[in-house]
């Protein structure tokens, strides 16, 4: 099992800046990538962006790409989201997930792909 513990959420203001953590801690397997999905309120859970063990990028919502970047420590067991440039409309909760494995057919791009989740940290974009 492996648990995900995100920090970093809050209230910011348009075009400010968020820098979201992930960390994972257990004894489960975390082989595969680790991502970002939010959902808003209303709507459905988007994936956002995620990382593979290697550090390759998977690609996810075009409305965040130059503006978000994801990292990852390895050592730490932990995936980073920096968040630039935000707009009222990334206002959602973001959840980290993890995959236990890495599989070539997968694009890791749905939620089902994805083995274990965080708790969920609130961002709000607003002024």
């Known amino acids: 099992q492996v648990d995900l513990v995100e920090s970093g959420g809050g209230l910011v203001q348009p075009g400010g800046s968020l820098r979201l953590s992930c960390a994972a801690s257990g004894s489960g397997i975390l082989g595969g990538p680790m991502g970002w999905f939010r959902q808003a309120p209303g709507k459905e859970r988007e994936f956002v962006v995620a990382i593979r063990k290697t550090g390759s990028i998977v690609n996810g919502a075009i409305s965040v790409r130059g503006r978000f970047t994801i990292s990852r420590d390895n050592a730490k067991n932990t995936v980073y989201l920096q968040m630039n440039s935000l707009k009222p409309e990334d206002t959602a909760i973001y959840y980290c997930?993890?995959?236990?494995?890495?599989?070539?057919?997968?694009?890791?791009?749905?939620?089902?792909?994805?083995?274990?989740w965080g708790q969920g940290t609130q961002v709000t974009v607003s002024s």
């Open positions: 997930s993890a995959a236990r494995y890495y599989y070539t057919s997968r694009d890791y791009w749905s939620s089902a792909d994805y083995d274990y």
